[in-house]
């Protein structure tokens, strides 16, 4: 009877670490895009919010590509890639207020980049990610739940104006 008992026993916790490790991705990545704001905005002293880095490559007054401290950045489309010295990446969009989006292929992105990789499935992230949605608060930011260009979009409004 143990026996039987068991695997189920490892299966749940491996769930439960999974899920912990999901938690720990989407809470590290919205770390590390702090720490990507911070710096930038430390470096163009002009740039009230993330997202303006897009106004200034739109007026040529930084490159499209280009090194801020120990991260290097890359414009795209409505968004913009960011690695750190370590190899880290963090890819985010931005919403037309300058919200930042990020959805679970960034995050998954994110994890795999990381030092010590970490992959965690769709699911885990999905519900991780929905938890966390509507209660997170990082330095005094707040993260906001609502739709953005996909179902599996996750807006952030990091600017920390209430919506």
Not at 22 to 29: H, T
Not at 142 to 154: K, V
């Amino acid at each position: 009877m143990e026996q039987s008992l068991q695997p189920r026993a490892q299966g749940g916790r491996r769930r439960m670490e999974r899920v912990g490790d999901a938690r720990g991705l989407v809470l590290g990545y919205v770390n590390a895009l702090n720490a990507v704001d911070e710096a930038m905005r430390a470096a163009i002293p002009s740039l009230e919010r993330l997202a303006d880095v897009l106004g200034l490559v739109h007026s040529r007054q930084i490159s499209r590509r280009g090194q801020v401290g120990t991260y290097s950045y890359a414009v795209h489309g409505t968004g913009c890639r960011f690695v750190s010295d370590d190899g880290t990446e963090v890819d985010v969009d931005f919403a037309v207020d300058g919200s930042e989006i990020f959805d679970l292929w960034r995050l998954r992105w994110y994890g795999l980049s990381l030092p010590e990789p970490l992959d965690v499935t769709d699911q885990d992230l999905r519900t991780m990610s929905s938890q966390l949605c509507c209660c997170l608060v990082a330095s005094s930011r707040s993260l906001t739940c609502g739709a953005a260009r996909s179902e599996n979009a996750i807006r952030l409004d990091l600017t920390g104006q209430t919506a």
